[in-house]
C-alpha cells in the first residue's frame, strides 16, 4: 500500500511516498520516510486526527508530522484585531 508521510514549517513542507506492506503501522511509515528521530516533532496524526506510532495503516492515508505551535491562535487573532482597531478609518 502508498501511504503519504508530510511534516512542514511556515512556508516550505517535505512529502515522502512510502511503499508498506498491509499490516503496517504510523512507525513503520516514519521508518519508511527516514523520519523517526524528528526532535521538532510533538506528536503524529492521519489525516488531522492524532494517533499514536502503533496506529494501522490502509492505502491512502496521509501521516502528517505534527510541531509546536508558533504562537497561540487565540492570542494571534485578538493582536490582529487590535491592529485593525488601531488603524484609522478611511
Given at each position: 500500500m502508498k501511504v503519504e508521510v508530510v511534516r512542514a514549517w511556515p512556508r516550505r513542507h517535505?512529502?515522502?511516498v512510502v511503499e508498506l506492506p498491509e499490516a503496517a503501522t504510523v512507525g513503520d511509515a516514519l521508518a519508511a520516510a527516514g523520519w523517526t528521530d524528528d526532535p521538532e516533532?510533538?506528536?503524529v496524526a492521519v489525516f488531522g486526527q492524532r494517533v499514536d506510532g502503533?496506529?494501522?495503516l490502509h492505502d491512502g492515508d496521509r501521516v502528517e508530522l505534527l510541531r509546536r505551535l508558533q504562537a497561540d491562535p487565540?492570542?494571534?487573532r485578538r493582536q490582529r484585531v487590535e491592529e485593525r482597531r488601531r488603524q484609522p478609518k478611511g
Amino acid at each position: 500500500m502508498k501511504v503519504e508521510v508530510v511534516r512542514a514549517w511556515p512556508r516550505r513542507h517535505e512529502l515522502a511516498v512510502v511503499e508498506l506492506p498491509e499490516a503496517a503501522t504510523v512507525g513503520d511509515a516514519l521508518a519508511a520516510a527516514g523520519w523517526t528521530d524528528d526532535p521538532e516533532v510533538v506528536a503524529v496524526a492521519v489525516f488531522g486526527q492524532r494517533v499514536d506510532g502503533a496506529t494501522r495503516l490502509h492505502d491512502g492515508d496521509r501521516v502528517e508530522l505534527l510541531r509546536r505551535l508558533q504562537a497561540d491562535p487565540k492570542d494571534a487573532r485578538r493582536q490582529r484585531v487590535e491592529e485593525r482597531r488601531r488603524q484609522p478609518k478611511g
